[in-house]
């Protein structure tokens, strides 16, 4: 055979496996449309604050990475740490991922989710549970997954829990076990 034929045969064999890669790929369906999987914007390590209608701050937030969705305008932000103020100091709300409704009436905290008083606080309390839902206008928060709850010689369990954060009356719903231990007298 000559170097020419040699050279077709090739050339023939790179024809037919091209076409046949194209045929497969034309088959493949398209991927989605990525229009509501993007972010309209990335935030990485920021602190932004919140103002109510009074134009008083409402709420700070802390986190290395927010992300908003073009589809439904909500947030979704990873390890939050949200500042609450509020009489007495306030709280500290922190979990593993968060995600925040475009009005920012719903505030959604999952895994890890810890809860404790502003320090100074005359009772320090601190809660944890694995999800929680914040309602910033009505300063309410609650869950209905499992809750421990500690104060100074006190701590209580359950399931569920509901706290108004400004009069910080608290309250579990279910299957409540409490465990007191008062101070050793000196």
Do not use: C
């Amino acid at each position: 055979m000559s170097r020419r034929t040699l050279l077709g045969l090739a050339l023939l064999v790179a024809a037919i496996v091209t076409g046949w890669s194209a045929w497969n790929m034309r088959e493949r369906a398209a991927p989605a449309a990525g229009a509501g999987q993007r972010s309209d914007y990335v935030l990485r390590d920021f602190e932004l604050v919140t103002l109510d209608k009074a134009g008083v701050e409402s709420a700070r937030l802390k986190a290395p990475e927010l992300q908003r969705s073009r589809q439904d305008e909500s947030l979704s932000i990873v390890r939050p740490l949200f500042l609450l103020p509020g009489e007495d100091g306030g709280w500290r709300m922190s979990a593993d991922t968060g995600w925040v409704a475009a009005d920012g009436n719903l505030i959604r905290l999952e895994g890890n989710v810890a809860g404790d008083s502003a320090e100074g606080h005359p009772v320090p309390t601190s809660f944890r549970t694995s999800t929680l839902e914040l309602l910033p206008e009505q300063d309410l928060a609650r869950t209905a997954a499992a809750v421990t709850m500690t104060q100074p010689g006190i701590m209580q369990t359950g399931v569920g829990f509901q706290a108004n954060l400004q009069t910080r009356q608290y309250k579990l719903l279910s299957k409540v076990k409490v465990r007191y231990d008062p101070p050793t007298r000196r």
